[in-house]
């Protein structure tokens, strides 16, 4: 059977709890494919997301926040 290889961006910090619980350990633990950003920047998170295929973005609403008025003005 085809299975989906989900791409999960890792945009938050990992000492914050999303980053390490939410993102790093669980895209592990699922053996998920890790895009990883040294530093939040909304333009670069989007640029990573179309060139790496990410299907899975977890981020707090700021974050996801950013995300959205990037993608409006770009």
Known sequence: PY???HK???GVPLFHAIGSYVVLLAGIR???H???MK???AYRALDLIE???VTIV???P???GDLVRAAQTK
Do not use: E, I, Y
Request: charged fraction near 15%; aromatic fraction near 4%.
């Open 3 to 5: 299975v989906v290889q």
């Open 51 to 53: 060139k790496n295929g």
């Open 34 to 36: 890790l895009v990883m």
């Open 58 to 60: 977890s981020a707090p």
């Open 62 to 64: 700021t974050m996801t």
């Open 8 to 10: 999960v961006l890792c």
């Open 30 to 32: 699922m053996l998920r």
């Open 39 to 41: 530093k939040w920047d």
